[in-house]
């Protein structure tokens, strides 16, 4: 079975603060992908970024970066200096021969 | 290049009425697939087609949905008849493959039956 679990419903920090948002998945394929999208306010879903199973490099883009786990079946998301318009639902999603999504962190950074 | 484009944005329906939701996928995207998000349930896959044929219809709630895709740059989402628990907002998204591919998103449909 797959599952994501995104543990952390809402989080608020201030403009400025790094925020790490966990995101745990389980499935039993040794081939499967991870993504990150992002969900503002005006309600679109913004693709983030993808790995796949066999890359278990850390990646970082501008204030992103991602933290990708296999031992501990973690791929966390953190943002280095928030800002207010990083406030979103943000959405982990695992792909095997299905895309789903875990429940979603609301972020609200404040100014 | 242009993007999922979706319509309506928004739709307010009386219960009983039919709701067709429209989706145009981006061009050369072979992948289809229609999500519904509510807050009680999250994000949820209805269904997808490949190539223009549905292959998964598993996550479709009741008879009273359906979807199809006629060619290959459209497909509709109806629910006849509607009811309030269809309220959500009905994601249409496309993509190259399916495993592993990036899957693109529309604006999204948001109904409200009363």
């Known amino acids: 079975a797959q599952k994501v679990t995104q543990a952390q419903t809402e989080i608020s920090v201030v403009e400025k603060e790094d925020v790490t948002l966990d995101c745990v998945y389980e499935?039993?394929?040794?081939?499967?992908?991870l993504f990150w999208y992002k969900q503002p306010p005006s309600g679109e879903l913004v693709f983030l970024i993808r790995?796949?199973?066999?890359?278990?490099q850390n990646e970082i883009s501008g204030r992103y970066s991602w933290n990708f786990q296999k031992s501990t079946s973690s791929f966390n998301f953190t943002i280095t200096a928030s800002q207010v318009v990083d406030s979103a639902v943000y959405f982990c999603?695992?792909?095997?021969?299905?895309?789903?999504f875990g429940t979603g962190t609301l972020l609200a950074v404040q100014p | 290049d242009a993007g999922v484009i979706q319509s309506p944005r928004h739709e307010v329906t009386e219960m009983g009425q039919e709701v067709t939701l429209r989706c145009k996928p981006i061009?050369?995207?072979?992948?289809l697939f229609w999500y519904r998000q509510t807050m009680m349930r999250g994000l949820e896959l209805l269904i997808y087609?490949?190539?223009?044929?549905?292959?998964?219809d598993s996550g479709m709630p009741e008879d009273r949905f359906s979807a199809k895709m006629p060619n290959a740059s459209f497909s509709t989402l109806k629910i006849q008849p509607s009811e309030p628990r269809d309220s959500a907002v009905y994601f249409c998204?496309?993509?190259?493959?399916?495993?592993?591919?990036?899957?693109?998103f529309g604006e999204g449909s948001w109904l409200t039956v009363v």
């Open positions: 998204a496309s993509s190259r493959t399916y495993s592993g591919n990036t899957i693109y």
């Open positions: 499935t039993r394929d040794t081939t499967y992908y």
């Open positions: 790995r796949n199973s066999f890359d278990e």
């Open positions: 999603a695992l792909s095997t021969n299905k895309l789903i």
């Open positions: 061009s050369g995207h072979d992948y």
């Open positions: 087609f490949n190539n223009n044929v549905p292959i998964d």
